[in-house]
């Protein structure tokens, strides 16, 4: 009976740790984006294709071209912007993150949310 005690103890104990050591950080959503603040072109949405599209849509690869000196001609010049119809626009809704078609990369929800706004706003290169 003595060992019982002392085995049910031993694992509790190690329960206990094991379930104390466990760590889980919460990753905070980023705030959506203001709608009555412009966006940059160079600044928020160049970031967004240099993290994840160049690899495939770099200079001289799959149109379109997404380096940062070619991109905004790219888009406009190849049909990728609507600024008509801003949700219909290429660049927005073949790599959204619900609906993407594209297989390598979607984008986040926030990324979407900031790619749709710049095209709503006007599609500026700035």
Known sequence: MKSYYKSSFFVVLL???FFAS??????AKPAPPDPGDTLSFSAE???IFTKGCIGCHGEGAEAPDLSANNA?????????????????????????PASS????KRYTDSEAALILLWIEQGALNN
């Open 15 to 17: 329960a206990s740790l």
């Open 22 to 27: 466990c760590q889980y950080d919460f990753v």
């Open 45 to 47: 949405i160049i970031p």
């Open 72 to 96: 905004y001609n790219s888009l406009q010049t190849g049909g990728y912007i609507n600024t008509d119809v801003p949700e219909d626009s290429k660049i927005y809704t073949y790599p959204a």
């Open 101 to 104: 078609n594209h297989s390598w």
